[in-house]
């Protein structure tokens, strides 16, 4: 039991490094038998590290959190390190970070400690992101626009603390704590365009106060903001200019005219590369230069993302001031979309929209494991996705877009799609042949003959349709891929939403597009009782019988999975399959359970798919083609 909370940190971390360090060895095994010792070495770590985490955090943090144990002022300035770590590591979820900050928020406030207290809300509001969901995140940004309120009082704060020193340090909280906020409505996937330009008034109005303010401070803290300015313009331009209301659209418009006047008119090296972009993609968007010398002019910027990357240094994700991420989010679409209104052939096009793609796929591919977590990657990195499957035509690059996304994220994922693709396959083979009946609706015929005709078309609509079913899931992946604790009711809540996400991005997509109401349906009951969306309506959509296979499989797999993320509950499909026939009926389709309970040989192929062994051979077989 470790002493204090800081011992508490350095235990975890040091839990979470050895798990990291065991899933290095795992992935450069060629040997199965080593790798599978591996495998099951690495399950019994994480085992054994849930409950310890759990035990420690339920006697070491909690007390504080309820109120309990007052804290110490090391105690204290232990908990806000350790509520600053969710970035890197989700030891907390959101509400349990929020909540030690609120606790010692209240304590530096009584103590008059207003440095620390506004610290404390800094990391409050950037709490709002992964939340951006709900309640919680309009609490975050209500605590840190009032801490931006106070940017007014300057001169009082001036005249009360007379020492330059102490005077800064407030008003630098105030702006990081605006900078923040800033950013996180910037990177909302509909930012509040009128609030954002709020913001940056709200900062740009400093100026006012430029006479009480050292020169050196005011000069960075202007380009800072200039700085910022171009990028957000872009983000909305780029992602959203649809959404910018007609009476904003003329000051950022001519803020950005303004800056590609002055950035043309600079020498390539000399040029701001951030702010550089930011006009391009302007002057695409206005119409004042072709859509295909604005991507000659911009495509250098997405090749030189990839290029002297070094990892292992702390600001690895910084590009020209943003997060390599955004970055890349920023400039896709865009790209994409001059491509698309640029004068090149139909064939041309189509060789460049797959040359952004492979870019984008490549630089994915370069990011190492354990940077994940870093910044706000999930988030970035959903959106990117959302942006560019629907400039994909081609179905079988769309899945690939996809499963590179899968496979750097969450293997986990990817294995468990393929896995309930594969027994899809293996209950819709005998169906079809019979009980062509049930079929007959849903594709418009009715004899057995006609039901065998397309029998290979539904076997693949109904395998891509599973291959796609859980991509949402990338949007929370540090959340999915917590395994050192339980999930928290909060956390559980946002996981809920991902078949949503996932129906959103197969819906931008022409071809994916198909599979949507499946996507979406795969976690509602059979009965439409229980499950999610609680406002989908699985009984209206004409693949029911699909939707309801996929429902089984997906529980299949999941329940079955002794060293995917059910480490803990792993059962025999014997189990499993008597538990789903106590469940027909209500979460699951009778007809379905039953014919595979009558069926012998479907029943042991399902046994088989999902044994231990096959599942070894499986995860190999992926992880050597992916790793
Ligand atoms: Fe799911
Ligand atoms: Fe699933």
Not at 292 to 312: E, G, R
Not at 397 to 426: G, P, V, W, Y
Not at 432 to 458: N, R, S
Request: charged share 30%.
């Amino acid at each position: 039991m470790p002493q204090t909370i800081t011992d508490f940190y350095k235990d975890y971390l040091a839990r979470i490094n050895e798990i990291d360090m065991e899933e290095q060895r795992l992935l450069s095994s060629d040997d199965k038998r080593v790798w599978t010792e591996h495998l099951v070495r690495k399950s019994n770590l994480i085992r054994n590290s849930h409950s310890v985490v759990e035990k420690n955090l339920n006697e070491m943090i909690r007390p504080y959190v309820s109120g309990e144990r007052e804290t110490g002022d090391d105690e204290a300035a232990a908990l806000r390190d350790g509520a600053m770590l969710y970035y890197d590591k989700a030891l907390f979820d959101e509400v349990m970070e929020s909540s030690v900050l609120k606790m010692l928020i209240e304590r530096y406030a009584r103590r008059g400690d207003a440095f620390s207290e506004r610290m404390c809300r800094y990391a409050f509001a950037n709490n709002a992101y992964i939340s951006a969901e709900g309640p919680f995140s309009e609490r975050s940004l209500a605590e840190a626009r009032q801490v931006m309120s106070r940017l007014s009082d300057i001169r009082a704060i001036r005249a009360a603390q007379p020492f330059d020193a102490l005077f800064l340090r407030e008003v630098n909280s105030i702006v990081e704590t605006g900078f923040s906020l800033f950013d996180r409505e910037c990177k909302m996937l509909e930012p509040d365009t009128e609030q954002i330009v709020k913001r940056y008034n709200e900062l740009a109005g400093i100026e006012k106060y430029k006479d009480i303010l050292p020169a050196d401070w005011y000069k960075d803290f202007t380009s800072y903001l200039h700085d910022c300015l171009g990028i957000h313009v872009v983000l909305m331009q780029a992602l959203h200019w649809e959404g910018v209301p007609e009476k904003r659209r003329k000051s950022l418009s001519s803020l950005l005219e303004k800056e590609l006047l002055r950035q043309t008119a600079l020498a390539p090296a000399k040029r701001n590369p951030k702010l550089f972009m930011a006009s391009v993609v302007y002057a695409f968007h206005a119409g004042t230069m072709k859509p295909d010398a604005c991507f000659d002019l911009l495509y250098p910027y997405l090749k030189a993302l990839k290029k002297k990357v070094n990892f292992a240094s702390n600001n690895w994700y910084d590009y020209h001031g943003v997060s390599r991420f955004f970055a890349i989010c920023l400039m896709t679409r865009p790209l994409l979309q001059m491509v698309t209104a640029g004068e090149l052939t139909e064939r041309r096009k189509k060789q460049k929209i797959a040359g952004i793609l492979y870019e984008v796929k490549n630089y994915i591919e370069t990011i190492p494991r354990e940077c994940a977590g870093r910044e706000n990657m999930d988030y970035c990195l959903y959106h990117l996705l959302y942006d560019v499957i629907e400039f994909v035509d081609d179905e079988a690059m769309a899945i690939e877009c996809i499963d590179t996304l899968m496979m750097n994220r969450q293997l986990a994922t990817l294995i468990h799609s393929i896995m309930a693709a594969k027994l899809t396959q293996a209950i819709l083979d005998p169906l079809m042949d019979q009980k062509p009946e049930l079929f007959y609706e849903m594709l418009g015929v009715g004899t057995p003959e006609e039901v065998h005709a397309k029998k290979e078309d539904l076997a693949l609509f109904m395998y891509n349709a599973a291959r796609v079913h859980d991509i949402g899931k990338i949007r929370i992946a540090t959340i999915i891929n917590t395994q050192i604790r339980s999930i928290s009711p909060i956390e559980f809540e946002l996981i809920k939403m991902h078949s949503q996400w996932s129906y959103d991005i197969v819906k931008r997509n022409k071809k994916l597009s198909q599979y949507g109401e499946i996507v979406l349906g795969h976690h509602k009951s059979y009965d439409g009782k229980s499950g999610y969306p609680a406002d989908y309506d699985n009984h209206a959509t004409k693949y029911r019988l699909l939707t309801d296979i996929l429902t089984i499989c997906d529980s299949m797999d999941a329940a079955t999975d002794v060293y995917g993320r059910n480490y803990l509950k792993d059962k025999h499909f014997d189990k499993v399959f008597a538990e789903f026939e106590e469940l027909k009926g209500t979460r699951y389709n009778p007809v379905i359970i039953d014919f595979i309970r009558d069926n012998e040989e479907l029943y042991k192929q399902l046994q088989k798919i999902t044994s231990k062994e096959a599942r070894e051979d499986f995860y190999f077989h992926i992880y050597r083609k992916y790793r």
